[in-house]
Antibody, heavy 124, light 106 residues
Framework: EVQLVESGGGLVQPGGSLRLSCAAT????????MNWARQSPGKGLEWVGR??????????EYAASVKGRFSISRDDSDNSMYLQMDSLKTEDTAVYYC???????????????WGRGTTVTVSS | DIQMTQSPSSLSASVGDRVTITCRAS??????LAWFQQKPGKAPKSLIY???GLQSGVPSRFSGSGSGTDFSLTISSLQPEDFATYYC?????????FGPGTKVDI
């Protein structure tokens, strides 16, 4: 079964760091473009960043709100993707989701599959 | 950044109703638009890709249309399990942006 499972969320103080994981089962993560998105309590969805596939050297793009503070990485041996979050702010409090893109007609289409999410709370 | 708007922000409907939600992009995005369904406390679920492509396993009562700046999601006959919030998203240009959502309730 194709599945994504996020982990690593928790309570962290402002200015702190956290690393989220997104573990894939049922497919090889290295073959896919992958995304992170987040949803603040009671709010809508916000795209956080995208990592291209191994063929494109896992290069990444980020939302302006997290650029320079967050970074996406991958580990082929674990079939996992990570979101390193540094210099956290209270406004980073959210449920964080990872999502897999799908390649159709030579174009990558975003968020075909979503994980269940992991909750990050930034508070003193 | 490309701004996405949705209308209405919420609507009340009955089982069996035909429901249409519209999404507008602040600039042309071709057909690089997706629709998602989200129920309370759950992760979003992909319904439509490339404006009109139905994701595998999604019931045929869901359909999408549009290109450029104006798009729509139609549910031909609303079922009890369709009461949820619906989001559109453009993935033409970084940063990808979501619409604010449309809540469909009874």
């Amino acid at each position: 079964e194709v599945q994504l499972v996020e982990s690593g969320g928790g309570l962290v103080q402002p200015g702190g760091s956290l690393r989220l994981s997104c573990a894939a089962t049922g497919f090889s993560l290295s073959d896919y473009y992958m995304n992170w998105a987040r949803q603040s309590p009671g709010k809508g969805l916000e795209w956080v960043g995208r990592s291209r596939d191994k063929a494109h050297s896992y290069t990444a793009e980020y939302a302006a709100s997290v650029k320079g503070r967050f970074s996406i990485s991958r580990d082929d041996s674990d079939n996992s993707m990570y979101l390193q979050m540094d210099s956290l702010k209270t406004e980073d409090t959210a449920v964080y989701y990872c999502g897999r893109d799908v390649l159709r007609d030579r174009k990558w289409h975003a968020f075909e599959i979503w994980g269940r999410g992991t909750t990050v709370t930034v508070s003193s | 950044d490309i701004q996405m708007t949705q209308s209405p922000s919420s609507l009340s409907a009955s089982v069996g109703d035909r429901v249409t939600i519209t999404c507008r992009a602040s600039q042309g995005i071709g057909n690089l638009l997706a629709w998602f369904q989200q129920k309370p406390g759950k992760a979003p679920k992909s319904l439509i890709y490339a404006a009109s492509g139905l994701q595998s396993g999604v019931p045929s009562r869901f359909s999408g249309s549009g290109s450029g700046t104006d798009f729509s999601l139609t549910i031909s006959s609303l079922q009890p399990e369709d009461f949820a919030t619906y989001y559109c998203q453009q993935y033409k240009t970084y940063p990808f942006t979501f619409g604010p959502g449309t809540k469909v309730d009874i």
